[in-house]
């Protein structure tokens, strides 16, 4: 199995800047994609940033030029760095990742979400 932990959420006041990160445990052999979701309250999960095998990136247009996807490697960490963050930002962030196993199973694994808060 491969799970996901996140971390990086808390209180910020708008303008600020969070990083949150999505740790990867287990067997993986390949991933596919990287994916941020998030979700405020009384709205439905929305798609804010995925990264390709490939490395290629795509942003829901409300964070585009303010978060930014990344990878690193060696940690086996996806990454969401948010800057100039707005009180409508406010919401659970969850990292998903789809790929395969050691075993050459698919997987789809979701981290447990995070808080972030952006005041005014």
């Known amino acids: 199995q491969v799970q996901l932990v996140e971390s990086g959420g808390g209180l910020v006041q708008a303008g600020g800047s969070l990083r949150l990160s999505c740790a990867a445990s287990g067997s993986i052999s390949t991933i596919r994609t990287m994916n941020w979701y998030r979700q405020a309250p009384g709205k439905q999960r929305e798609l804010v940033a995925r990264?390709?095998?490939?490395?290629?990136?795509n942003y829901v247009d409300s964070v585009k030029g303010r978060f930014t996807i990344s990878r690193d490697n060696a940690k086996n960490t996806v990454n969401l760095q948010m800057n100039s963050l707005k009180p409508e930002d406010t919401a659970v962030y969850f990292c998903?990742?789809?790929?395969?196993?050691?075993?050459?199973?698919?997987?789809?694994?979701w981290g447990q979400g995070t808080q972030v808060t952006v005041s005014s």
């Open positions: 998903n990742v789809f790929g395969t196993t050691g075993w050459n199973t698919n997987f789809n694994s």
């Open positions: 990264m390709s095998s490939g490395g290629s990136t």
